[in-house]
């Protein structure tokens, strides 16, 4: 039994085995089929891929890719099996590269589509318009990016060209005498023409634009006009001309014929309308007035049009062209262009039409002096176009052209004025001389317009000629110039250099000429700061002078500035042409200069010091021997003592300005109201003065993160010069204000960032010119009693907190101070901590300092405040000391240690060791020197609290109270 039922197992397992498998071979079956469909939907993306012209990209989350099509693989010069798994870094140039990076990874975080226009090589000139799209993981999250660039070149270069045409037309559009209105495909007016507004009785364009053309039509017509807009609209018709009654801004109404056609603003783009209006109130009933009206559009038509077509050489004849096509169509029977000489005393026939059997006076006329038709100028002068309809009825003073006319047998005539900018270069004539005409408002019209024609036409040629004229003039002045002129193109190879810079260089003229690359010029370490300095120059920005090192043939080099600007050709860089200039004996002079400054200055600063401490010193030693004379105490010995005191710390006072522009002096920061400083600081300044202060302060003014007593100082220093400069009297105006620098408006020599501008303004006699560069320094001074430090001072508190400060003044208009402060928007000021008590806190304290008297003293202040005190020399012997009283279970409740201890160790080495016997320890540093490192920021080396030397008692007990109350 147990063998058949063992038996039977197998046979169920056997059959069990036999299914699985008969499963697993279809599953494998379906399988194939999908990786089958998938490989060739593979190939055919691949295939769809490799045949766009687009440049197509697939890449990992690292950037690294993953597909390339045929475009990209071009654009790269690579295989696909070179560049799969390869990032930008590995086949761009790294200025490239890192943009393209930098999209990808923005991509990438962001989960957005990213289009951006970029450069992928730096050789064939060519831009692309990129657009980058996230792979979403499972997560959602993407995993990659696929990347399409189409290549924009050539539309780059329509846009040059179309910004070009856009500017003619443009200049066409505005001095047009015939009202043109711009209508999009709403209705509304957006864009109108001086002569349209006239017309329609308003004053300024913005009171038009936003209107539809229903708004300045006549009721009466509006109908007619919805149909007619209609049918444009729709393409039933390709333009409408028509006539009808607009309304004016009064309310009075005008007839109009109006020729309306479409445009369209690009192949795909919106459709707009151009509306030309010309006024025909007073002829509308006259057909022969309409026809008149529709040949006048045909006409200015084809002038306007066919002048754009010409060429520079074709002008003249388009000038002798278009005084027949006016002639014949006015019906006058001769028409001329007169110009005037260079030096304006003569004018003469430059171009001259005649109807048949009309005798020509082109001869006649050529050198006519000025002088002769002086009425003619002075009424152009005064009035613009002159009309002439009778010349027997010419005044007396226009006697003379009255015989000119009389004697070329004119009746009549117009004199339009051709006009250059604001210049007029010449005179248009159109002579009746058949018969008297009585010239039409429209006739004049027709006739200033094609006289403006023919000006604009002539100003193109003399602009290209002038121009022409130029560029040689700028090949000899170049030749002349002692300094290098080198222009370069896209690739860097020189296409022209001078003569100087064939000495100056010295390569030779073969040299030059093969395929010699700019770089050549310069050390090797300059390499990639010129490549940048040259791309970003080609991008449009301008650097002005810009100091390298160059390197003549035979290796020596020399220091030189290069000024350059790009060369353009249609809009687009082509090159760039440079000046090179050798600034190797300007350095000499300047640091020769430079030394014997620094020499002058630190014998003034000496002396200066040496004048403020001698009177500072006599003041001490005066009233501590007053005081040795009145020893018996009372009032008089203390007011003396007191006395000497403030005389101390005038010369603390003293220390703290020479440290502040020395490598000490380093502001100790807080978060500040500097709204709130300024007016404190002006309002005590000013106290007891004749001289008023006007804030314009913004009310959302940003904080500061600053020293607020240095920054105080500077403030009071200003304003205080200011008073002074007005001594009977006046007004300060102070101003602050935010204001954001960023790399394109950097107005001072600063960071782009966030900054405060303040400003302090006296209306005194203001600083002489060859003062104002000397103002900052020290000690100078024009102040009978001034000691020179206070802007010194000034000036080096600003440039310690990252900031800046100017000045400019006028003769008797005063001076104007600016200063410049990193700002902290967002953050908040602290509160005041309010004004401080004569309780003080005592303990027992340790005192360490170098100076035997000075702590003799301490301990005295000290102890008289109830405190018990022990001394120390240096720090080894404080430690011992602490370290003694740890033991002993009487512990120093505060350790007060000077920073510097000469030959010893002093408080920066002493408090890690003190703060290792006990990590709880309090301590304060002292010093004479205001030291950025340790006194600016105590807390970082492990003190709890500061104070600067020399102090008075308050001071010191102030300090000591505030760390034992901690």
Not at 268 to 276: A, D, P
Not at 354 to 381: A, F, Y
């Amino acid at each position: 039994m147990p063998d058949k039922q063992a038996g039977k197992n197998s046979a169920d397992e056997i059959s069990i085995l036999r299914e699985r498998a008969e499963k697993l071979e279809n599953e494998l079956g379906r399988a194939r089929l999908e990786l089958d469909s998938l490989s060739r939907q593979l190939k055919l993306s691949n295939a769809v891929l490799d045949n766009i012209t687009s440049v197509a990209t697939v890449k990992d989350s690292r950037g690294c890719y993953l597909l390339v099509n045929k475009a990209a693989r071009q654009v790269i010069g690579k295989s696909a099996e070179q560049i799969i798994g390869g990032t930008p870094f590995d086949f761009y140039p790294r200025e490239i590269a890192e943009k393209i990076h930098r999209d990808d990874m923005e991509v990438l975080r962001s989960g957005e589509t990213l289009t951006t226009e970029e450069t992928l090589s730096l050789d064939d000139g060519k831009h692309y318009y990129t657009t980058k799209v996230p792979l979403p993981g499972d997560d959602g999250k993407p995993e990659g990016l696929v990347g399409l660039a189409v290549d924009i070149t050539g539309l780059k270069q329509a846009r040059d060209a179309l910004r070009e045409s856009e500017a003619l037309l443009n200049a066409l559009f505005s001095n047009s005498v015939v009202a043109i209105v711009l209508i999009d495909s709403a209705g509304k007016i957006i864009r109108i023409n001086r002569q349209a507004i006239n017309l329609l009785g308003y004053e300024d364009e913005s009171e038009v634009l936003g209107m539809t053309a229903m708004d300045v039509t006549h009721p009466d017509f509006v109908q007619a006009h919805l149909e007619l807009r209609g049918k444009l609209v729709k393409g039933e018709i390709d333009f409408y001309k028509t006539e009808k009654q607009y309304l004016r801004k009064d309310g009075s109404s005008f007839w109009g014929e109006v020729y309306v056609y479409p445009i369209q603003a690009a192949p795909e783009g919106e459709k707009l309308f151009v509306g030309l209006v010309v006024d025909i109130t007073q002829r509308k009933t006259t057909s022969l007035a309409l026809q008149h009206r529709a040949d006048l559009e045909r006409l200015l038509g084809r002038i306007s049009s066919g002048f754009l077509k010409l060429g520079v050489n074709e002008i003249e004849r388009g000038i002798d062209m278009t005084l027949r096509d006016i002639g014949e169509f006015t019906g006058v029977d001769r028409s001329c262009v007169y110009r005037f000489s260079h030096d304006g005393l003569r004018i003469n026939t430059t171009h001259e039409w005649c109807r048949q059997g009309i005798t020509s006076h082109q001869d006649e006329l050529k050198g006519l002096p000025v002088e002769q038709i002086s009425w003619t100028m002075k009424n152009i002068s005064e009035r613009g176009t002159t009309v002439i309809n009778d010349v027997d009825e010419l005044p007396p003073e226009a006697e003379t052209e009255k015989k000119v006319c009389l004697r070329e047998g004119i009746k009549s005539l117009v004199i339009v004025p051709l006009v250059s900018g604001v210049q007029v270069i010449g005179l248009a004539g159109f002579d009746s001389v058949r018969t008297r005409r009585k010239w039409s408002a429209d006739d004049v019209t027709l006739l200033q317009l094609v006289g403006d024609t023919i000006a604009n036409a002539m100003e193109r040629k003399r602009v290209i000629k002038a121009l022409r004229e130029s560029e040689e003039r700028f090949r000899e002045m170049a030749e002349m110039l002692p300094q290098s002129i080198l222009e370069i193109d896209l690739n860097g190879v020189v296409t022209y250099h001078n003569r100087n810079a064939v000495t100056q260089l010295e390569y030779s003229p073969e040299d030059f000429k093969r395929d010699f690359n700019v770089l050549d010029l310069f050390v090797p370490e300059q390499h990639d700061a010129v490549r940048d300095y040259m791309f970003r120059l080609l991008q449009g920005e301008y650097f002005g002078l810009m100091q390298f090192t160059f390197r003549r043939k035979d290796g020596s080099t020399f220091p030189a500035l290069i000024n350059a600007v790009p060369l353009w050709e249609d809009g687009v860089p082509v090159g760039a042409r440079s000046v090179v200039v050798d600034i190797s004996e300007r350095q000499q002079l300047e640091e020769e200069r430079r030394r014997t400054t620094n020499l002058e200055s630190v014998g003034l600063l000496a002396g200066g010091i040496a004048h403020d401490f001698n009177n500072i010193l006599a003041s001490i030693m005066g009233y501590i021997n007053m005081a040795q004379i009145a020893e018996g105490g009372g009032k008089d010995f203390k007011e003396y003592l007191v006395s000497a005191e403030r005389a101390a710390m005038r010369a603390k006072g003293l220390t703290q300005q020479l440290l502040t522009f020395s490598k000490g002096g380093k502001p100790v920061k807080s978060i500040v109201s500097v709204a709130r400083l300024i007016i404190n600081s002006a309002n005590l300044s000013l106290i007891g003065s004749n001289v008023k202060c006007d804030f314009a302060i913004d009310d959302a003014l940003w904080p500061a993160e600053i020293d607020e007593g240095q920054i105080g100082q500077v403030l009071n220093n200003i304003i205080i010069n200011a008073k002074q400069a007005m001594p009977g009297g006046g007004v300060i105006k102070i101003g602050a204000r935010n204001l954001i620098l960023d790399e394109g408006k950097r107005m001072v020599p600063l960071k782009k960032g966030d900054y405060l501008q303040i400003s302090i303004a006296d209306s005194g006699g203001g600083i002489p010119k060859e003062h104002i560069d000397k103002i900052f320094e020290p000690y100078f001074t024009t102040k009978a009693n001034g000691s020179g430090l206070g802007l010194a001072t000034s000036y080096s508190i600003v440039v310690k907190h990252d900031g800046y400060i100017d000045v400019e003044s006028l003769k008797e208009r005063g001076a104007k101070f600016f200063i410049y402060l990193p700002a902290s928007p967002g953050r908040q000021p602290g509160e005041d901590e309010g004004g401080s008590s004569d309780v003080y806190v005592s303990g027992r304290i340790l005192l360490m300092d170098d100076e035997p008297e000075l702590l003799k003293v301490m301990a005295t202040v000290l102890e008289f405040y109830g405190s018990t005190v022990e001394v120390s020399v240096d720090g080894d012997e404080a430690l011992k000391k602490y370290k003694a009283a740890l033991e002993q279970g009487r512990p120093f409740d505060l350790v007060v240690m000077d920073l510097t201890i000469p030959g010893g160790m002093g408080g920066r080495e002493t408090i890690a060791g003190l703060l290792k016997l006990d990590p709880d320890a309090r301590v304060i540093v002292s010093s004479g020197y205001s030291d950025n490192a340790v006194l600016a920021r105590y807390e970082s080396y492990g003190f709890s609290g500061a104070i600067s030397k020399p102090y008075s008692h308050k001071q010191l007990m102030e300090t000591v109270s505030k760390v034992l109350s901690a």
